[in-house]
């Protein structure tokens, strides 16, 4: 009979597997109500620039944008509303232009980005997503504004995890307008990861980032998610690497790093990291001890390393004393041969564990040092609380002596 805890499985089951920390990948460029309408009124307040063609390469022929007599005097209504933020006014005469199968594309269009920029001020991105619609239906603006109407169509989708939609009108975007610029590429990418499409998010994203003279962090981030999704380790972990790298000072990127390294069974890497980072006084939270440690017990030989992590998140009092954690002490104790000690853990892992399974490995280590009595109470606990094999408890509670 084994009298021994099996090592692999009590391990793996107390390890808090590591898991990477992104921010938050953003999809659209939000702002709030207030802040869109200052904006406006600055924008409104200064004098237009003379805006040079931003898709020299499209494919579209852009329509004469020009007004007629009849709905330029529409449009100058519905504008005066807007300026002067009666905008349920403004909207109902946007939407009226609209539906006025009399007036010109131009006018229709003009007045859908006018019904869209109010729906979008009011936070309404369902009805702001119609508007951009059929602004882009009608053809009546010129290629800046068409395409970017387009642009913003397909980051408001992704926005409101419209992930398929805002695919097809970055396709048809990229498309028609032959942009390469890695703003508009990040998009793509970030719609095709959302479907989990990655190694074609991968692609596209490196894309971006390379044709980018200072990518964001959040590309670098997207692409490194991508890769690890991939089973890329490798690359993941270069990326990881370059953010890291360039904020030395950014515990989330250094743990990004470790995880990574992790993901990737690159296990030695990952303690390197961790260890760099709790001897800078980083780590500050329950997770970072319990990252750490649970990294070294799934590496050869290096128990005494993780009791060491846990003894002190414990005493500094960071790391949560709980189940997971004396367990991970009294195996990590029990294989470096510190038998008293790993006993006294077990008993503190015992009482806060699910099950009687805890309180079994116990009985079965003061077995094994002849402590026959309390391996017998111990056995007695196990099966009160419950275990898959009552029959092993029951063997020690046969046991000669009292």
């Known amino acids: 009979m084994n009298k021994q805890p099996t090592r692999r499985s009590t391990l793996l089951a107390a390890a808090i597997g590591a898991v990477l920390v992104f921010g938050a990948v953003t999809q659209v460029n939000a702002q709030t109500a207030s802040e869109r309408s200052a904006q406006r009124r600055a924008a409104k307040d200064s004098k237009p620039a003379k805006q040079e063609n931003q898709y020299p390469n499209a494919t579209r022929t852009a329509p ?18 807007f300026d002067k933020e009666k905008f349920p006014e403004a909207r109902a005469q946007a939407d009226a232009i609209i539906a006025d199968a009399g007036l010109n594309p131009y006018e229709r269009s003009f007045a859908a980005q006018i019904g869209f920029q109010v729906a979008y ?13 059929k602004a882009i239906e009608i053809n009546g603006l010129d290629n800046n504004a068409h395409f970017d109407r387009m642009f913003v169509l397909a980051q408001l989708q992704l926005q409101e995890e419209q992930y398929t939609e805002s695919l097809a009108t ?21 719609a095709l990861y959302r479907l ?22 959040e590309w670098l981030q997207l692409l490194m998610a991508s890769y690890v999704e991939n089973n890329q380790g490798a690359d993941a972990a270069k990326v990881a690497e370059s953010i890291a790298a360039k904020n030395p000072n950014d515990k989330r990127a250094q743990m990004n790093v470790a995880a990574v390294y992790s993901q990737s069974d690159m296990l030695d890497k ?3 990291v961790l260890e760099k980072m709790r001897a800078a006084g980083q780590f500050t939270e329950d997770k970072d001890y319990r990252q750490l440690y649970a990294t070294y017990l799934n590496l050869d030989k290096k128990e005494k390393e993780a009791i060491g992590v846990i003894n002190e998140g414990l005493q500094k009092g960071i790391l949560k004393p709980d189940y997971q954690a004396y367990v991970a002490l009294a195996q990590a104790y029990y294989y470096s041969d510190q038998i008293g000690p790993a006993v006294d853990a077990y008993k503190k892992a015992a009482p806060l564990a699910p099950d009687g399974e805890t309180y079994l490995n116990l009985a079965r280590v003061l ?17 009160a609380k419950g275990v898959k094999k009552p029959e092993d408890a029951n063997k020690i509670l046969a046991l000669k002596g009292k």
Do not use: C
């Not at 004469?64 to 509303?81: N, T």
């Not at 499409?197 to 200072?214: E, G, L, T, W």
């Not at 077995?367 to 099966?383: N, T, V």
């Open 64 to 81: 004469e944008a020009k007004a007629s007599s009849k709905g330029g005097a529409k449009l100058q209504k519905m504008m005066d509303a």
């Open 270 to 272: 990952a303690a390197a």
């Open 196 to 217: 989990e499409r990655y190694p074609d998010a991968a692609k596209i994203i490196k894309q971006a980032v390379d044709a980018s003279p200072d990518p964001k962090q």
């Open 170 to 190: 970055m396709d048809r975007f990229l498309s028609e307008s032959k942009s390469t610029k890695p703003e508009h590429l990040i998009v793509k990418g970030n």
């Open 121 to 133: 001020d009011a936070d309404d991105n369902k009805a702001a997503i119609e508007y951009l619609k």
């Open 367 to 383: 077995w094994q040092e002849d402590r026959i009595p309390e391996a017998k109470e111990a056995a007695k606990q196990a099966i």
